[in-house]
């Protein structure tokens, strides 16, 4: 399932739920379906598919051999960051960092404006 797809049919199963126990009638919340969106859900959120996240794209490139070289060069600048390799038709792109504001991205983006010149701030 896409991201759209879970928060669509989240909120149609709590709206349902909600709605149901109101009337009282049966309860969802054991039903099979919610739990998997729950699941589902949970490991979105995790693997950061799901939720506001700001990242900072360094590069988008034509060749893996260019994004690799852009994140060994990366890592070593600034290690305490996570950096992830996207493969976007027709395009590699370098991702780094993974922040909850646009703030604390920005931060980031002003250290490593100089060496990356192609960098910017976005929220994916």
Not at 9 to 25: H, P, R, W
Not at 31 to 55: C, D, F, P
Request: a positive charge; one cysteine or more.
């Amino acid at each position: 399932m896409n991201k759209i797809a879970v928060k669509a049919c989240l909120f149609f199963v709590l709206t349902i739920t909600f709605d149901q126990m109101s009337y009282g009638q049966e309860d969802l919340r054991s039903s099979a379906v919610l739990s998997e969106l729950i699941s589902t859900k949970s490991k979105m959120v995790k693997n950061s598919e799901l939720g506001e996240r700001y990242k900072v794209q360094l590069i988008s490139g034509s060749t893996l051999e260019e994004a690799n070289k852009i994140e060994r060069k990366f890592k070593s600048l600034y290690p305490g960051y996570p950096v992830t390799i996207k493969y976007e038709t027709p395009n590699y792109k370098v991702w780094a960092g993974e922040f909850v504001t646009k703030l604390e991205a920005e931060r980031l983006f002003i250290q490593l404006r100089d060496e990356f010149k192609s960098a910017f701030v976005f929220k994916p």
